[in-house]
């Protein structure tokens, strides 16, 4: 399993955005399908955004569409999540996640990811 670490969370007005990233130190994932998802409090966690290994082809919660943009960096061993317009149902600890399959889909279901980030805070105060 590839360990990921995420980063670039904060506090940010409603309106403002953010941009996530995700690296896997001393690893490569560059043949599987990369994810988000957040937890917020007192609720399951949920899929957010996917990504398959070449960028070719993403998938996103409907209620982020249009405000968030996930990408990918295989040369640079990331992948980021763009989070703009950010509305305070937003507010979350966000996880990166790692395909379990090589060439998987973008998926949205958290089975079909082996690794786990420890999560970084984005708080959009209402």
């Known amino acids: 399993q590839v360990q990921l670490v995420e980063s670039g969370g904060g506090l940010v007005q409603a309106g403002g955005s953010l941009r996530l990233s995700c690296a896997a130190p001393?690893?490569?994932?560059?043949?599987?399908?990369m994810g988000w998802f957040r937890q917020a409090p007192g609720k399951e966690r949920e899929f957010v955004a996917a990504?398959?290994?070449?960028?070719?082809?993403?998938s996103y919660k409907d209620s982020v569409k249009g405000r968030f943009t996930i990408s990918r960096d295989n040369a640079a061993n990331t992948v980021y999540l763009q989070m703009n317009s950010l509305k305070p149902e937003d507010t979350a600890v966000y996880y990166c996640?790692?395909?379990?399959?090589?060439?998987?889909?973008?998926?949205?279901?958290?089975?079909?990811?082996?690794?786990w980030g420890q999560g970084t805070q984005v708080t959009v105060p209402s």
């Open positions: 996640a790692g395909g379990r399959n090589a060439l998987g889909p973008p998926s949205p279901r958290e089975s079909d990811f082996g690794s």
């Open positions: 990504i398959n290994w070449n960028g070719g082809s993403t």
């Open positions: 001393g690893r490569t994932f560059n043949v599987y399908a």
